[in-house]
């Protein structure tokens, strides 16, 4: 577990931006089950490439014409049974922090692992996931 003091600017970097922070199994399922529309679901997490390049990927993303109708994340390292909760939903991908997921009426239907976000910029994901706006939002 990391120091709330720590990640409590990480996490407030995705929630200034509109993502409800999930925190509890429950509310993973409750946001994926109930999303009216898409939900774009985002593991954060402390690493480098997640300060770099996806959480400024990711807002970035929001600003075309596109986007999901839901916003969440969880964050790996220390919300783990929440985090550990939504990634069950991102089978049959391997646990990866940090990652994104796109889900349309509850069904996963893109996703970005860490090595897609990793040797990226925050351009790259962006235009990525516009193009998965486009095709399912």
Known sequence: MYPP???QPMKEDLTSAGFSQLTTPSEVDE?????????L???????????GNMRPGVKLS??????????GTVFAG???????QARKHFLPYPPS???IALFKDGKLVHFLERHHIEGG???MIAENL???YKQYC
């Not at 985002?42 to 480098?48: D, L």
């Not at 929001?62 to 916003?71: C, F, K, V």
């Open 31 to 39: 946001m994926i089950n109930n999303a009216d529309g898409t939900l």
């Open 5 to 7: 003091e720590l990640v």
């Open 62 to 71: 929001l600003q075309n014409g596109t986007s999901p109708s839901a916003l």
């Open 97 to 99: 922090s940090p990652s």
């Open 130 to 132: 516009s193009e998965a």
């Open 121 to 123: 910029t925050a351009q």
């Open 41 to 51: 679901l985002v593991v954060n997490s402390v690493c480098g490439c997640a300060a």
């Open 78 to 84: 220390v919300d783990g049974e929440a985090t550990a």
